[in-house]
């Protein structure tokens, strides 16, 4: 039967991880960390399913962590959502990029989208009938290139999608990009799509620029996060949208009939972890201390490290090593010499190569130096 999404295969953070366990190698590809989670949030969701909360949680989200969530946006970030209407519990921040695609875009709606991009969201634009328009980051700043941004967005825009910190770069958006953001879509009628999964992880002393701290922009922006970055708990799959409350009215339509509601028990656990900033406010300096002692190892490399600002991935330019495309340097290095590592290529859409790979160092000292063992060898 025909496709509807014909030239999508199987995400390349699972063919790595898969091919990382059949070679044993160290795995920096797919993003999630190798050391589990605060014993405190451990306790908090096994009590919530002994005292009882094991049944459908309210389709919006369980409503302490509706509030929870609210008030530390609040703290953060300057602007308050809604509990009840602003603030909507998903499967994960992939459930949540899906359904704002899928609530705003229309067959024939353009969505622009800045690559290098994370790969969940041009499928999802293809699944609502939409059209992606790709607009390259300017290299190697990885910056928005203000002017070609404002030459794509047509009658038809419908949607830009923006991401920072930045997968797979590193990079963040400043103030002043948001002003511009601002300025540039006054007077139209698009959305914006804000994907801020790893907020909690910008170093060097700068503040995460949120959308929500800027309320012309707020006003016509779904901003997305996810709780399994910032608590090491991937495997949770729990995340969140705030949008003004028209906006959330739409995305709880397909929320709705996508999963109706987030597992109940880690909604409560996670309710209780969020009103204690401590956790979140040390995740700074816990993710600088190994972006450091990763850069540290492999300055004695042939790897040229790329600046990491924010996210848990440092990016490397392999050009001294080998003219390899990315795809197969990174099957390379996982197989010969026992590290996984994500092609930046994947993040595009077109074919293209910079001889740039991504690893991850959400890793324990012990997994890092490991694999720093291998790659300075090369
Ligand atoms: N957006 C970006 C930029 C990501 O890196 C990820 C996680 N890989 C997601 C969304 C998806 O997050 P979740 O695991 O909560 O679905
Ligand atoms: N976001 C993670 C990454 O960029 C992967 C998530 C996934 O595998 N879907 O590596």
Not at 181 to 196: C, I, P, Y
Request: net charge negative; aromatic share 8%; charged share 20%.
């Amino acid at each position: 039967f025909p496709s509807r999404l014909p030239n999508v295969g199987t995400t390349i953070f699972t063919v790595m991880s898969a091919l990382a366990a059949k070679t044993g190698a160290v795995n920096l590809g797919q993003g999630f960390p190798d050391f589990d989670c605060d014993a405190a949030l451990l306790d908090a969701v096994s009590k919530a399913m002994r005292d009882g909360h094991n049944q459908y949680a309210p389709m919006a989200g369980a409503q302490p962590l509706r509030h929870a969530i609210s008030k530390k946006i609040a703290a953060c970030y300057g602007r308050t959502y809604d509990p009840d209407t602003e603030i909507t519990v998903t499967a994960g921040a992939t459930e949540a990029l899906t359904n704002a695609i899928l609530c705003s875009v229309s067959p024939g709606d353009e969505v622009i989208v800045l690559e290098p991009c994370y790969d969940s969201y041009v499928p999802a634009i293809e699944l609502a009938g939409g059209t992606a328009v790709t607009v390259s980051l300017n290299v190697p700043e990885y910056s928005i290139p203000f002017d070609k941004l404002a030459a794509a967005i047509g009658p038809r825009t419908r949607l830009l999608i923006i991401n920072t910190p930045h997968n797979p770069t590193g990079r963040i958006l400043h103030g002043d990009d948001m002003r511009r953001l601002a300025e540039m879509l006054r007077g139209t009628d698009v959305l914006v799509l804000s994907d801020e999964v790893y907020e909690h992880m910008v170093f060097d002393g700068v503040a995460h620029e949120s959308v929500a701290r800027h309320p012309e922009l707020a006003a016509r922006s779904f901003v997305v996060s996810s709780f399994g970055k910032t608590y090491h708990t991937t495997g949770w799959k729990i995340g969140y949208v705030a949008a003004p409350a028209p906006l959330s009215a739409e995305l709880r339509k397909v929320h709705q009939f996508n999963t109706f509601s987030v597992n109940t028990p880690m909604q409560i656990g996670l309710a209780q972890h969020l009103g204690n900033p401590a956790p979140y406010r040390d995740l700074p300096a816990f993710y600088a201390r190994k972006r450091d002692h990763f850069r540290t190892g492999l300055a004695a490399s042939r790897f040229k490290l790329l600046p990491c600002e924010g996210t848990y991935f440092q990016c490397v330019d392999y050009s001294a090593i080998s003219s390899m495309p990315e795809a197969e340097f990174a099957q390379w290095l996982t197989t010969e010499h026992g590290v996984a590592a994500i092609p930046v290529s994947a993040f595009y859409r077109e074919p293209r190569d910079s001889g740039i790979v991504r690893f991850c160092f959400a890793k324990r000292e012990e997994t890092l130096d490991a694999a720093i063992a291998k790659l300075v060898r090369l």
